[in-house]
């Protein structure tokens, strides 16, 4: 007979043994998979994503957000929301290690923490995918209008060609590009579309200024119903919401960068949130308030569109918006390529290989562009986008997983400023939705698919 002590010994060897090669296969899959993959960027890399994630194509229609939202509001609301979205995206960061020896590397997986491991995932997942998915098809649409302008401007005689094939042209960058692996590898391009929005913003304020106001401008809202202002400026709203929307990506781009205890990553990651802000401060601001001053209600929704001349530079500019949209569209596809792929080998037990990340990457790029092409409806994508999920994954989300893990005291500043920001959401996500929607109603009666 087998001693008791020899069994329970046997067991424990081997449930260590099971242990072991559980965590191992764990750590082969995190080593493999895009977000977690890499863990030594610089301060400066934070400043690049964030930069690249939050100015996007948004910061071109803000002069058409102010011609709905006028002047006094229009200001009020851009001030406020630099504000609130710098102040919840500081929540994100300093909950990335709330936990001692725990680092939250994925939206869902802080969400999963402070609401609930199947509510968390529930509500952080569709609302992250919603943003993430469409920044990525909002990316394609810009980019391939603003090739189109592009070949416009240098060829102003040559045959038209249709936007599709400029959507197709852009997005056959991204079939290649998507294929690496992580977001240290985009690193270059993060710094290439760093440097665009400075570069086209400041030619879009400096081109308005040199034109001057026009002779006839109007700052007086277009519409002339009370529905349509009314809808208008629900869309404007969304606008705005769009051009601060990078939360859903700032707790993957803080998992790159290395963290002891001595030195968490919270240091870091906020200098290059902060260098990231005042560059969106420098882009944002000149280009909505002069942009307005210039062309008032008559504005279009991309200002590269208003302004014509001088060519040269016009055309200069939108080539710069092309390189920060293809940037825009990595750094916003990279967690959408860990969730899917993290899909496969985590749920559907898929090995960890090329072929794989291959195949699902260029069906994931395929999807966009199909999308893209099919509702290119630049100015309704950011409202409608803005409302559904932008709102709620900036300003809603981080507060009430703050008041759930930290629960600040009853009536403390903290307290109330979190209850005023996700009263704040609430409403905002509600009208926009509704104003975002409507737009696309109205330019899809006149739209012509695929032309």
């Not at 002047?71 to 406020?80: K, Q």
């Not at 055309?315 to 916003?332: C, D, E, K, R, T």
Request: charge should be positive; glycine fraction near 8%.
């Amino acid at each position: 007979m087998v001693p008791q002590g020899t069994h329970d010994n046997n067991d424990n060897q081997i449930s260590s043994q099971v242990d072991d090669e559980t965590l191992a296969k764990r750590k082969a899959i995190d080593d493999w998979l895009p977000i977690t993959s890499s863990r030594n960027a610089k301060w400066w890399y934070s400043a690049f994503h964030n930069v690249t994630a939050i100015v996007g194509a948004g910061a071109l229609s803000l002069p058409y957000a102010m011609s709905k939202l006028g002047w006094g509001p229009g200001i009020a609301i851009l001030v406020l929301s630099w504000i609130i979205t710098l102040y919840t995206l500081w929540q994100m960061i300093e909950m990335h290690e709330m936990v001692p020896g725990r680092r939250f590397d994925r939206y869902h997986e802080l969400g999963q923490y402070a609401l609930g491991e199947k509510l968390g995932l529930y509500v952080v997942v569709p609302q992250q995918v919603v943003v993430e998915v469409g920044v990525c098809i909002v990316s394609m649409v810009t980019g391939g209008k603003s090739l189109k302008k592009f070949h416009d401007t240098v060829c102003s005689s040559c045959k038209d060609i249709k936007l599709t094939y400029f959507i197709m042209i852009f997005a056959s960058v991204h079939f290649f590009l998507s294929q690496l692996p992580n977001f240290n590898f985009i690193s270059g391009v993060s710094l290439a579309a760093t440097v665009m929005p400075l570069s086209y913003s400041a030619i879009a304020w400096a081109a308005s200024l040199h034109k001057g106001a026009l002779a006839n401008v109007e700052y007086g809202y277009k519409a002339k119903s009370t529905s349509g202002i009314v809808f208008n400026f629900f869309s404007a709203l969304g606008d705005v919401g769009f051009a601060y929307a990078g939360h859903t990506v700032v707790l993957e781009i803080q998992t790159t960068i290395p963290s002891t205890p001595e030195k968490p990553s919270k240091g870091p990651m906020w200098k290059g949130v902060v260098g990231a802000y005042i560059a969106v401060a420098l882009c944002y601001f000149p280009v909505a308030l002069i942009g307005y001053w210039v062309f008032g209600n008559t504005v279009e929704d991309n200002i590269l569109i208003s302004l014509e001349k001088p060519a040269w530079l016009i055309a200069m500019a939108n080539l710069f918006v092309v390189v920060h949209v293809i940037g825009s569209y990595q750094i916003y596809a990279m967690p959408m390529f860990d969730m899917l792929e993290a899909l496969f080998v985590k749920k559907l037990n898929f090995r960890t290989s090329t072929p794989l990340r291959f195949i699902v990457r260029n069906i994931y790029v395929a999807f966009t562009t199909f999308v893209a092409i099919t509702f290119p409806f630049f100015g309704g994508l950011l409202g409608f986008f803005g409302g559904l999920a932008f709102v709620p994954t900036t300003y809603i989300l981080p507060c009430m997983m703050w008041l759930a893990v930290k629960k600040p005291q009853k009536y403390s500043l903290s307290w109330w400023t979190n209850r005023v920001c996700i009263a704040l959401g609430i409403c905002m996500r509600i009208i926009l939705a509704i104003g975002g929607f409507k737009s696309i109603i109205v330019k899809a009666t006149d739209h012509r698919f695929y032309s």
